[in-house]
């Protein structure tokens, strides 16, 4: 019998992260301290305000947990005691993350850290003291505009979740500090906003947007599920049914029974299909899935090739067989009678689930540790600063990109922003497909994902190409793929074999279902996940029978920047010597459930407590997205307390002074909402936003991709980013989530056409002649961008 299996050996080993962030962005230095860094938690005596903050169950705070698991908690007080304590820990440490502005001399007496600072909106700009929740930022973020259905109100999404996203984003920036002062010499002070951060992934609905505007078309609009991503009532639940290639839908037919009305070849077609959903296929497939029942369906449809997902609660989430099957789930006594269960984390390094490790309950107040001995030694090298100027963070590295859709080329965008020289390996006999969903090699949609990278053409299928992609392998640093199951393999790409090649290579693989588990095999998109995490079902209105669904791509995005946290600390580790080369796999439905881990745990702890409640809040009001002048304008308004309520009612000329706070919150919620309705609608939402804040009320006008172009704040800090791209004309994408004082700004250049860089790449680096390029072109190894008028090589 073989012995236990050694744990991986963490690529953030000897770096110390001192977080002092409070609501916003605790989750950053989760995710940095379940890669290794050793993680202390400051907080005031008595307790973070964030441990107060919902879900509350059992007086526990499960946000507060699910966000600070592994974490070290040290209680300091504002004594000279506690001041001479944080000061010896500062001198050991390598990143702090506060929520706020530091102390003026803080870099003069610790020139080497790394500073995050973590606000809703930044440290500059018009929105800079706004006050924000996660609904407020789901807003502003144009997260809420593309969910709900077209009568009603917007939909924010449930919990703490663009928080949560955030975060991913947060970690990987102090990343690139980090490495940055190892590589490069030099601190850097980031002033990072969340309001950023989500607006990055918001389906790329801002490039997309302006796209249509300059051609005169309608920009976005609300649509529930919409055409692409339709939900299906089942006997016992619903399913989430997507068909898109001509193979899809061919298996769906077959399944249907070949009926003669479907038979037409131009049907073969996704656009010829969106054009028929409404009245000819949608209630097809609602008859056909009426008596079934839900996991059979999708069992059955799996196996025939279909993309096909249960819609599950809460708790059928946390009842998964497949999650089971992966140990999505740890059950941890977290406080004396408290025993959620906690997401067990994001990555696995070498087939081994990484995360915090839940080895009994979390210091409740007054229980924090008053001290914090042994720092550990720090990865990597801390130089001097440079007197020249300063490369990229990430100037240096090579990334072999062989990502479609949106997971994989996300984490080469992160990536080739900051320096890195991203290849994107690709062939019209495969080519990704965002770039062909308008029936040109480009959209707006695959423009954002992969600016400022190269593009080699080669087919990966044959021998000389494999050939070629491995040399390029033992000169790369990182090779990123969210292929099928086995694919890579397949290929003669798998990390076996890339190891061989280059034993300091670091491969990212991220799957829909992860390799292991009943669903590993199974087909699907990034949206698929939505279903049986659990996320879809809670971002829904409260008083609905069939859920509304939406149109939104998460959690491609969100995957995307996980798996650029993990390339790059695992990159860290490798330079500082602490780990070689390694494979980290990120499973798509494991970041899905992890948005709302916080949710999950409180359902585990009180069952049946968790549903969707809208734009509302489990137990506080005033708080929804409420009309405002014009067609479909709304604001979100928020109370948090009865001083918020005092603001409200001064906000509104006090016309909800006849309720008092008690009464908002119990017996007048439905009058006070009626009320406040009449109130906003007639007036423009950027003025209520105004009005609210004066006031100190989180408030915040809902905003569409397109809007994000022009909100005066996201002007202010440089979000919108304007390239020429050329085979697409002037476009607007999404800009930085951060601004850094001694990092040099992110790169944005043009995609590539497909094989854009092939002779460069084959030049410069495989050293191949001209007539050896020439010859491979003609035997279709590899491919170029066609010149104006020729066909393509």
């Known amino acids: 019998m073989s012995g236990p299996v050694d744990p991986p050996v963490l690529p953030l080993g000897g770096v110390r992260v001192l977080d002092e962030t409070d609501e916003w962005g605790e989750l950053s230095s989760r995710l940095l301290g379940d890669l290794g860094a050793d993680v202390i938690r400051l907080e005031p005596v008595g307790g973070s305000h964030s441990r107060s903050a919902g879900p509350v169950r059992k007086g526990i705070s499960l946000g507060w947990v699910f966000r600070n698991g592994g974490k070290r908690v040290l209680e300091l007080d504002t004594t000279q005691r506690g001041r001479s304590e944080r000061d010896r820990l500062l001198t050991d440490t390598d990143v702090l993350i506060s929520s706020g502005p530091i102390e003026d001399d803080l870099l003069d007496r610790f020139p080497n850290l790394v500073v995050l600072i973590i606000t809703p909106y930044g440290l500059t700009g018009p929105y800079a003291t706004w006050q924000a929740t996660d609904a407020v930022i789901a807003a502003t973020a144009a997260q809420a505009f593309k969910a709900g259905a077209p009568d009603r109100e917007p939909l924010p999404p449930p919990g703490s979740f663009c928080d949560h996203i955030a975060s991913a984003t947060a970690a990987f920036a102090a990343l690139c500090a980090l490495r940055h002062r190892n590589v490069n010499g030099a601190r850097s002070v980031l002033d990072f906003s969340v309001n950023e951060a989500v607006a990055q992934m918001s389906d790329w609905s801002l490039p997309n947007g302006i796209a249509r505007q300059q051609a005169g078309l309608p920009t976005e609009a609300r649509h529930g599920s919409g ?448 009320q406040l309705a009449i109130w906003t609608s007639g007036l423009d939402k950027q003025e209520i936003a105004r009005r609210c804040q004066r006031e100190g009320v989180p408030a915040g006008p809902v905003l569409s991709g397109t809007e994000l172009a022009t909100d005066p704040h996201l002007i202010a800090r440089h979000f919108p980013v304007e390239i020429d791209q050329p085979d697409l004309g002037p476009m607007i994408l999404e800009g930085p989530a951060w601004h850094a004082d001694a990092m040099p700004p992110p790169i944005y250049e043009p995609a590539p056409t497909i094989g854009q860089h092939t002779v460069e790449v084959a030049r410069g680096l495989l050293g191949l002649s001209d007539a050896a390029i020439e010859e491979l072109f003609d035997t279709g190894v590899l491919e170029s961008t066609a010149p104006p008028g020729e066909p393509a090589q």
């Open 227 to 674: 055409p692409v991503y339709p939900v299906f009532r089942c006997r016992d639940g619903h399913v989430r049914l997507i068909i898109l290639s001509p193979r899809q839908w061919h298996a769906m037919r077959a399944w249907l029974g070949e009926p003669d009305y479907l038979q037409d070849p131009e049907m073969d077609g996704f656009v010829a299909r969106l054009q028929l959903a409404d009245a000819v296929l949608n209630p097809l497939y609602r008859t056909f899935f009426a008596d079934r029942d839900m996991d059979a369906v999708c069992v059955e449809a799996q196996r025939r090739g279909i993309v096909c997902t249960p819609v599950y609660s809460a708790a059928e989430t946390l009842a998964c067989e497949h999650l089971r099957a992966r140990h999505t789930f740890v059950t941890a006594e977290v406080a004396s009678g408290v025993m959620p269960a906690l997401h067990s984390g994001f990555f696995e390094i070498q087939g081994r689930r990484v995360g915090p490790s839940w080895t009994g309950p979390l210091p409740q107040p007054g229980e924090a540790h008053s001290t914090v001995v042994d720092p550990p030694s720090i990865a990597g090298s801390k130089r001097d600063a440079p007197t020249e100027p300063m490369p990229a963070a990430l100037a240096g590295l090579r990334v072999l990109d062989f990502g479609h859709g949106a997971v994989g080329v996300e984490i080469g965008r992160m990536f080739a922003e900051f320096g890195a020289d991203v290849i994107k390996v690709e062939s019209r006999t495969y080519p990704d497909f965002i770039r062909l969903q308008t029936g040109r090699e480009n959209t707006p949609s695959f423009t954002s994902s992969n600016r400022s990278k190269r593009s080699l053409g080669v087919n990966a299928k044959t021998s000389r190409g494999l050939d070629l992609l491995l040399q390029l392998v033992a000169q790369s640093d990182l090779v990123i793929e969210n292929n099928a199951v086995g694919v890579m393999d397949s290929l003669g790409l798998g990390f076996e074999r890339l190891g061989q090649v280059n034993p300091d290579i670091v491969m990212v693989s991220s799957q829909l279902m992860g390799t292991t588990g009943p669903w590993a095999e199974w087909r699907g998109y990034g949206p698929s996940t939505l279903a049986p995490s659990g996320v879809l079902s809670l971002w829904d209105y409260a008083d609905i029978a069939d859920p509304t669904g939406g149109g939104t791509i998460f959690p491609d995005q969100f995957v995307g920047r996980l798996g650029a946290v993990a390339a790059l600390a695992a990159l860290i580790g490798r330079e500082g010597g602490t780990t070689p080369g390694v494979h980290i796999e990120v499973a798509q439905i494991e970041c899905a459930v992890g948005a709302i881990g916080d949710l999950l745990a409180a359902e585990s702890v009180d069952p049946g407590s968790v549903h969707p409640v809208g734009s509302n809040h489990e137990s506080l009001s005033p708080w929804g997205i409420y009309p405002a002048s014009g067609d479909d304008e709304w604001v979100v308004i928020n109370c948090r307390d009865e001083r918020d309520w005092s603001g409200l009612v001064k906000a509104s000329g006090g016309l909800l002074g006849e309720w008092s706070y008690a009464a908002a919150l119990g017996d007048g919620r439905g009058a006070v909402d009626r």
